[in-house]
């Protein structure tokens, strides 16, 4: 996931759980034409990081896949691939492809920037926080709205699980644009009327929310005109009764 995210220009920030036994990774400066001959960490300038059993990423494997994981990367931008048919390129009968390795080891150049940066820096881990927060608004939604199984797979088949993934999404999408509407009309309208609402306030508006959202729908019932007795009872020897 690392790998992906990385390549296709998004920074992928997870909460890691037991972070203090994450396996941390090196780069081998000789692996980028960096240094005549490979070397260790400690003889690299990893100073301290050392103490942390760094493990080598595999430069030349990344090196070799270059070009396939380009690929993968410019089919899921475009979206010209599904979730699926990238699943079937990473492994083969159980097992990780020479390009799931790839895209594995350049991961673990970002895993181990984000395990630092985690440690070191209180910005990001407030960064983390609130796409945390977003995550979760967007989960608790899912949960309200209760379709399509929450978006789990279910079923085993293969042909038209990503129907089954996006029908979720697509109730998902229409509440989120529904209520970014009405919420950017009700600012401009504060506006116009004088109120001021800066960036700090802006920031806090989120699109997922749902306590006025009717999830049941209405159901108008015109109550007909009743002789005030029971119908008559159908004769099942007769033909079919035309007002049924």
């Known amino acids: 996931m690392f790998g992906l995210f990385a390549i296709c220009g998004y920074q992928f920030a997870p909460r890691i759980a037991d972070i203090g036994d994450a396996q941390q990774w090196w780069i081998d400066p000789a692996d980028v034409g960096a240094a005549d001959k490979r070397t260790t960490p400690a003889a690299a300038g990893y100073g301290r990081l050392t103490e942390l059993n760094l493990r080598r990423v595999n430069i030349a494997l990344i090196k070799q896949h270059w070009p ?5 990367a410019g089919s899921l931008v ?8 990238l699943i079937k390129m990473m492994t083969a009968n159980g097992r990780t492809t020479g390009l ?30 609130a796409q945390l927060n977003v995550g979760e608004g967007r989960n608790g939604l899912a949960r309200a709205v209760f379709f399509a199984h929450h978006g789990q797979l279910r079923r085993g088949y293969e042909r038209g699980i990503e ?8 109730g998902l999408n229409a509440i989120i644009f529904w209520n970014s509407l009405y919420i950017d009309a009700a ?7 004088g109120m001021k609402i800066g960036p700090e306030i802006r920031a806090h508006l ?4 749902w306590e006025h959202i009717n999830f049941h729908g209405t159901y108008p019932f015109d109550r007909p005109e009743l002789p ?6 159908r004769d099942p020897t007769a033909d079919d009764d035309p007002e049924l």
């Not at 396939?68 to 993968?72: A, D, F, K, R």
């Not at 475009?78 to 048919?85: E, F, L, M, P």
């Open 68 to 72: 396939q994981m380009l690929q993968v």
């Open 100 to 129: 799931g390795h790839a895209f594995a080891h350049y991961g673990r150049i970002f895993k181990s920037m984000h395990l630092l940066h985690v440690a070191h820096l209180e910005d990001y881990r407030r960064m983390m926080g």
């Open 163 to 170: 129907d089954q993934l996006g029908a979720l999404g697509l």
């Open 228 to 233: 005030g007795r029971l119908r008559d009872l």
């Open 187 to 193: 600012v401009k309208k504060l506006a116009a009327g």
């Open 78 to 85: 475009t979206n010209k691939v599904r979730a699926y048919d």
């Open 206 to 209: 989120s699109p997922l929310q």
